[in-house]
Nanobody, 116 residues
């Protein structure tokens, strides 16, 4: 079965960096685009970044453009989100997403808290 397992979240000071990972299994990872979403308390889930199956094309929400970088390793079946210059408003639970066989799959999420 499809599984997505996120890791790498934590508490970081404003201006700091974190790298999130999402390990995928149960499907042919290299054939599918991947996405990162986030959801802050009391807010709707927000699309943060996308990457195509080969990693050749990426896109970002305006709020993270220039600070976050999505990448993938199709040998390790893992997608990453490098987050730099973190701000308190980046505080949220971050989720990995894959649309496989026309069905949506989500990981359990990893919490990112940006606070001094």
């Amino acid at each position: 079965q499809v599984q997505l397992v996120e890791s790498g979240g934590g508490l970081v000071q404003p201006g700091g960096s974190l790298r999130l990972s999402c390990a995928a299994s149960g499907f042919t990872f290299s054939r599918y685009g991947m996405r990162w979403y986030r959801q802050a308390p009391g807010k709707e889930r927000e699309l943060v970044a996308t990457i195509t199956s080969t990693g050749g094309t990426t896109s970002y929400a305006d709020s993270v453009k220039g600070r976050f970088t999505i990448s993938r390793d199709n040998v390790k079946n893992t997608v990453y989100l490098q987050m730099n210059s973190l701000k308190p408003e980046d505080t949220a639970r971050y989720y990995c997403y894959a649309g496989v066989f026309s069905s949506p799959y989500w990981g359990q999420g990893t919490q990112v808290t940006v606070s001094s």
